[in-house]
């Protein structure tokens, strides 16, 4: 459920970096990291805080703050999203830039960790005034991002749109002859600005790959199987799209507004149409019924996509899950007392930092592309995009059966070795 009180607010910020470096500390327990490596790993290389004003339709001005957390580049430059809402803050941003460090490692791509946004409501704006606010915050941004520095990337709130007008930004700043170079500085672009095929369906395409390798390896059909969503944003929508292709039934779906249901099935494509004339909410469509948010994740089904925000799985309704499978399309959705409930319940979680990167995996893509200067088709970027999320889901499966660990352990365990062994061979500067 999305909060709203300041109470709440807090326990969800101080939740998420609690929780990442609870997974961290416990995975790194296990294969007795290195100390040194470890005081690394455990704080952030660069944070930076802007504030930067930007006029608002009526003539006045407001000032935003605007956030960019650097974790770990030792793999390669800094990756990862830009999100625009009210829980944005410098923990946020911590906890989420240290989850794509291990996601990018655990990926084999060669990139660190980052994350950042604005904190704002995003509703509360017009699209004008969203356009100003994100230009401005790039150029506050200036030189700290970069195509061989650190790439952003679209997140919660944020799309293509955003990553159009930050790109046009950036590029502005330099002379002409150095403008086509910084083409990469965003990946998330809308196709006709740079962007590639298939970015926009990659992490929820990718979500639904790990459910399916998931399921063939349980020897389970999706078939007929009862899923439920937990935001119906780019992620929350296209795994739907694609679970619902396979043959499995969205029975309810939660967004900030309210939750819904319907135990025959909720078609995927109508509910998009809906909520898209509806200013980008689901509740009041016909072909469901409305529930109470706290009745959503005790709802009788097989499998739980949550796809919003962190920390809604918690030790307060883990214990009413019926579903068997959780497959986090959000990055920290579980917090780790959850965790632990659902573990000794027998509930498999399929871990964000493996579940949703086919997102950054798509945005490497789109990376290469252009830097390449070339443009893959769509079916060449799915088959890309599976074979290399094949590979991590059976290193994670395998890492599990072998140390006998969950999969999001085996998950962080498998990137921080990753990690740990960069550091060894390159040794510390000076
Ligand atoms: N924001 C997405 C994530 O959390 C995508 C990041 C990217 O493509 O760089 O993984």
Redesign the pocket.
């Known amino acids: 459920m999305v909060t709203n009180t300041q109470k709440q607010k807090k326990a969800l910020k101080q939740g998420m970096l609690d929780n990442v470096m609870r997974q961290f500390d416990n995975a790194a327990d296990i294969i007795g990291l290195n100390p040194n490596i470890r005081k690394i790993l455990e704080v952030t290389n660069n944070e930076l805080v802007v504030h930067f004003p930007a006029r608002m339709d009526n003539g006045e001005v407001e000032v935003f703050t605007g956030y960019r957390v650097q974790h770990n580049n030792s793999l390669g430059p800094y ?3 830009l999100r625009y809402h009210p829980t944005v803050d410098i923990d946020a941003a911590r906890a989420l830039a240290m989850w ?1 460090t291990w ?1 990018t490692a655990l990926a084999g791509l060669p990139y660190g960790g980052a994350k950042g946004g604005i904190q704002l409501d995003p509703k509360k704006y017009s699209l004008a005034e969203l356009e100003r606010i994100t230009r401005r915050f790039t150029y506050a941004l200036g030189d700290n991002i970069g195509p061989e520095l650190d ?1 952003p ?3 919660v709130n944020t799309n293509s749109q955003t990553m159009a007008w930050i790109l046009d930004t950036y590029m502005s700043t330099k002379s002409p002859s150095e403008r086509s170079k910084n083409m990469h500085v965003v ?2 672009k809308p196709v006709g600005a740079g962007g590639s095929e298939g970015r926009d369906r990659a992490t929820g395409y990718g979500v639904f790959l790990t459910i399916k390798f998931w399921a063939e390896k349980k020897n389970v059909t999706l078939k007929d199987k009862k899923f439920i969503v937990q935001g119906f944003g780019n992620v929350g929508y296209w795994t739907a799209h694609f679970l619902e292709k396979e043959g499995a039934k969205l029975t309810a779906v939660q967004d900030a507004y309210g939750s819904i249901i319907n135990e025959n099935g909720i078609p995927v494509e109508k509910l998009l149409e809906y909520s898209q004339a509806n200013k980008g909410s689901i509740l009041g469509f016909s072909a469901a019924q409305s529930i109470d948010n706290s009745e959503f994740f005790g709802l009788d089904c097989d499998i739980i996509i949550p796809a919003a925000l962190g920390n809604q799985i918690t030790s307060i309704n883990a214990p009413r899950i019926k579903a068997y499978l959780i497959a986090e399309g959000a ?1 920290g959705p579980t917090d780790v007392e959850a965790e632990e409930v659902l573990l000794k319940k027998g509930i498999d979680i399929i871990p964000d930092i493996l579940c ?1 990167s086919g ?2 995996i798509g ?1 490497y893509f789109e990376w290469l592309q252009n830097r390449n200067g070339e443009i893959w088709q769509l079916d060449e970027v799915m088959q890309k995009l599976e074979k290399k999320l094949k590979e991590s889901f059976v290193k994670v499966m395998n890492t599990s059966t072998d140390r006998n660990v969950d999969m999001r352990t085996a998950a962080f365990i498998i990137a921080i070795e990753r990690l740990e062994e960069a550091y060894v061979q390159r040794g510390i500067f000076p």
């Open positions: 990756k990862g999203g794509m996601k790439i990337a679209p997140d990946t998330g990055n949703n997102g950054v945005s």
